[in-house]
């Protein structure tokens, strides 16, 4: 073997060798690194409101309405409801209660649920805890003046949520409401449009929540329709309040509600997020 053979084979034995110390060295660093990572990944608590409910089997949803403009269609809903026998959540913002306050009136003299949409319909992502709850809870208080009732259902603006959201709402003693099947009637692609959209929505199934605007153009035609059919597919509707878990609860990460084994049903506690 030449020098130069010779040479080359012991530069990168010693190039090797210092490479080996190196990573050896350094592994203590990586592994502390992921563990690092792993601990921030399994800290993060992100907040989830209800999209839907584990009903274990049973074929129950829920019907929802968000009033936060006209009123023009508020007695054609409440016989529309009443006619199918059904009864729905009403999430009403605080300006609307102050203008249609016999509108509201007539909702929970017809038996439905009021849930609270907010005092003023804001982007709630961009408010303070503090502000939150003052949304809250001045809505809160209009509906509790006007009819001597305490919502405990809470749907915030937009659909849009954060932790400071739901910790706000959750702290004036409500629970949050998203929604699993949206029937885009404030989109107004028409009746056919809306009706499919509910009825053959992929997600429609046991512990559904269905979200529908007060004022929505075709909403009036296409509910008694989407009721009926419903229905026929042995669903049995009521209001959000009597499809969720009130205590001894987790969510998953879709938002759906699971009641915990071997606890009762309904009456008020904190909800608890899990990744199972």
């Not at 909702?107 to 439905?112: K, N, Q, S, T, V």
């Amino acid at each position: 073997m030449n020098i130069y053979k010779k040479k080359k084979i012991i530069i990168l034995a010693i190039t090797s060798i210092v490479c080996i110390g190196l990573f050896s060295a350094y592994i203590p660093i990586i592994r502390s690194q992921i563990a690092q990572n792993y601990t921030m990944a399994a800290s993060t608590n992100k907040k989830l409101p209800i999209y839907c409910v584990d009903t274990k089997g049973k074929p129950k949803i829920a019907i929802s309405f968000d009033a936060a403009w006209g009123a023009d269609d508020t007695q054609t809903l409440i016989d529309i409801l009443e006619k199918n026998d059904v009864k729905a959540t009403f999430f009403l913002c605080g300006y609307w209660v102050d203008k249609y306050p016999e509108e509201v009136k007539k909702l929970y003299e017809a038996g439905h649920e009021i849930g609270n949409h907010s005092n003023t319909h804001p982007h709630s992502n961009q408010l303070s805890l503090e502000e939150n709850k003052k949304n809250i809870m001045d809505c809160h208080n209009k509906i509790k003046d006007l009819l001597g009732i305490d919502s405990d259902v809470y749907r915030p603006p937009f659909g849009e949520y954060n932790n400071t959201v739901i910790d706000a709402a959750n702290q004036c003693g409500y629970h949050v409401i998203q929604w699993d099947i949206d029937s885009l009637d404030w989109k107004e692609y028409g009746v056919e449009h809306e009706v499919n959209q509910v009825l053959n929505h992929k997600a429609l199934g046991n512990g559904s929540i269905i979200l529908f605007h007060n004022d929505a153009k075709y909403t009036p035609d296409a509910l008694d329709t989407i009721i009926k059919v419903l229905k026929e597919k042995g669903f049995e509707i009521g209001p959000v309040g009597d499809l969720i878990y009130k205590e001894d609860y987790y969510m998953n990460t879709e938002g759906r509600q699971f009641k915990r084994e071997g606890s009762t049903e309904n009456t008020e506690t904190t909800t608890e997020n899990s990744n199972n």
